[in-house]
């Protein structure tokens, strides 16, 4: 069973950057990481991912620009990236991990991703 840990999450100001860390462990991993937000009475929504086997990624237009993925083999992370950070970016982020490859989820869909951390809070003031 692959675990997730999210970290990173904090308060900053409006073109500020952090950076969320999603730690995996349990058996090898080789799917599909992303990075979904859900912000107060919104619906979940799929930021970013990145296909473990080959590190392309793929990034929502609400955020196209301004988020990078990177995932780190070796420590078995992956991590977001926010630039220019803006106060409609506030929400709770959580890191999702899929068995199969990205190319088989459709972007945004939740179901396709079987595991999911606690997830960690942004919050962008103006």
């Known amino acids: 069973q692959v675990q997730l840990v999210e970290s990173g999450g904090a308060s900053v100001q409006a073109g500020g950057s952090l950076r969320l860390s999603c730690a995996a462990s349990?058996?090898?991993?080789?799917?599909?990481m992303s990075w979904f937000r859900q912000a107060a009475g919104k619906e979940r929504e799929e930021v970013a991912r990145?296909?473990?086997?080959?590190?392309?990624?793929r990034f929502s237009d609400s955020v196209k620009g301004r988020f990078r993925i990177r995932q780190d083999k070796s420590k078995n992370t992956v991590d977001l990236q926010m630039d220019s950070l803006k106060p409609e970016d506030t929400a709770m982020y959580s890191c999702?991990?899929?068995?199969?490859?990205?190319?088989?989820?459709?972007?945004?869909?939740?179901?396709?991703?079987?595991?999911w951390g606690q997830g960690t809070q942004v919050t962008v003031s103006s």
């Open positions: 349990g058996p090898t991993f080789s799917g599909c």
């Open positions: 999702a991990a899929a068995d199969n490859l990205c190319s088989y989820v459709a972007f945004g869909d939740i179901g396709g991703f079987r595991y």
């Open positions: 990145v296909a473990t086997r080959t590190g392309v990624a």
